[in-house]
């Protein structure tokens, strides 16, 4: 029975919106203080900001109750409850002043703090329970972080201006806890052991690539700094890379470029002009691998890939028709999840007309294997000026060259990988 949102709003939303704002205050809200008015009036004396204050990151604090929601779905509704409310306990407590002043929060340290500032009670739980418990913890510990990491920097002569911009900022909150629970989803649910410890590692490091990654600046314009970063993944526009081959020129869409990286298919040499992008377009790869996700308009490409490669000549109008009817239902994202993308493809292939089951056994065949080409991605970024005397890092040192804050990964996550 699903855990009744009223009820979780005010066990599990409150703290995590009186985190948050703390978190964004910094060392202003440091010290005692509960309630989201009492906390907003260190920084305005005026009631209708602290007002507004407490409604926009109320607002924050639902989001984040209704993507942990599903995960307790299992447990009977009193266990459920028994498992937000010490939730909701543990997320309350005062940590210290680095976890609000910290810009790029460490996921692993943040949730340790919290376990070490409340350890939960011995015997309290059964053990579907206490397991249900940890997963909420270190799942909404990682939404904290997303959204902590996207709030505009706080002005004290302007808190009612920036709290006026987060009313605004809603879908982009709602795509980045989207982001982190499909990569929850499909790495953390395992019991064993160490598959959960290295997929916990993974989690954490595909978070962190896209908080850490996903930006662009604008440079040479006479405004803040604030308003000269964006977010990569939202203002990087579609491009096409020029590939020279046997003294032919071949232009692909940069879309291709993950397909084209599969495990064991070789290298690609990207070169341009100073400035003219090769950086961004490696970060803006690394962020779409990193999210389990397509790239933009990657359905278009699959499509397209679907009918030229994959297509037997017999049945090619019949298929391109079926095609176009599927994807009328598509979801109006312009990343669709892989889960989508292959259901297109299961369905699809299942009610096209080839002339043969064998045909249509291998094309399915085919097909997933495009879909899982990307997800099977883990993306490294390693600057040559970060390699000292040219040495490139070692297997277990990749990951910190763009997520240092995660420490080296498990053994078995590096032997895996």
């Known amino acids: 029975m699903p855990l009744d949102f009223l009820f979780a709003a005010k066990a599990i939303g409150t703290p995590v919106a009186e985190f948050l704002l703390k978190h964004f205050l910094g060392e202003l809200a440091a010290g005692e203080g509960k309630g989201l008015i009492e906390i907003a009036a ?17 607002d924050l604090g639902h989001k984040v109750v209704k993507r942990l929601q599903p995960l307790f779905i299992e447990l009977p509704s009193n ?18 002043v680095e976890f609000l002043v910290e810009k ?21 739980f059964g053990e579907a329970e206490r397991a249900l418990y940890d997963r909420a913890l270190d799942e909404a510990v990682r939404y904290i972080i997303g959204i902590a990491n996207s709030l505009p920097r706080f002005e004290p002569a302007a808190f009612g201006t920036v709290l006026g911009r987060l009313s605004r900022m809603g879908d982009e909150f709602e795509r980045i806890l989207a982001s982190i629970a499909e990569i929850e989803n499909a790495l953390v649910a395992n019991k064993d052991e160490a598959v959960a410890r290295a997929n916990r590692f993974e989690a954490d490091y595909r978070q962190a690539v896209i908080r850490n990654l996903d930006f662009l600046e604008l440079f040479g314009a006479d405004i803040s700094e604030e308003a000269r970063r964006h977010r990569l993944s939202v203002g990087y526009i579609s491009v096409t890379i020029s590939a020279d081959t046997n003294d032919n020129r071949e232009t692909v869409s940069a879309n291709r470029i993950s397909s084209i990286l599969a495990a064991g298919s070789g290298r690609i040499l990207i070169r341009g002009e100073a400035g003219s992008g090769k950086s961004t377009l490696l970060r803006w790869i690394a962020i779409g691998n990193a999210a389990l996700s397509p790239p933009k308009h990657w359905t278009s490409w699959f499509l397209r890939t679907l009918l030229e490669s994959s297509v037997p000549s017999s049945g090619s109008s019949i298929l391109k028709d079926e095609i176009a009817d599927t994807t009328l239902s598509a979801p109006s994202s312009s990343s669709p999840s892989q889960s989508f993308l292959q259901s297109i493809v299961i369905k699809t292939v299942l009610s096209s007309r080839s002339d043969t089951v064998g045909t249509r056994l291998e094309l399915e065949k085919k097909l997933i294997n495009i879909t899982r080409t990307s997800k099977q991605h883990i993306p490294f970024l390693v600057r040559l000026r970060d390699c000292p005397e040219g040495k490139l890092p070692t297997p277990d040192n990749l ?8 420490g080296n990964p498990p053994p078995e996550w590096v032997r895996a990988v």
């Open 104 to 124: 790029d929060l460490d996921p692993v340290k943040l949730a340790a703090a919290f376990r070490q500032a409340r350890p939960l009670p011995n015997g309290m």
């Open 79 to 96: 266990s459920a409850e028994a498992v937000a409310l010490q939730l909701g306990e543990t997320l309350s407590k005062d940590l210290s």
């Open 399 to 406: 990951p910190i060259q763009i997520a240092r804050e995660l």
């Open 42 to 58: 260190k920084a305005a004396e005026d009631g209708a900001t602290q007002n507004e204050a407490r409604l926009r990151f109320e």
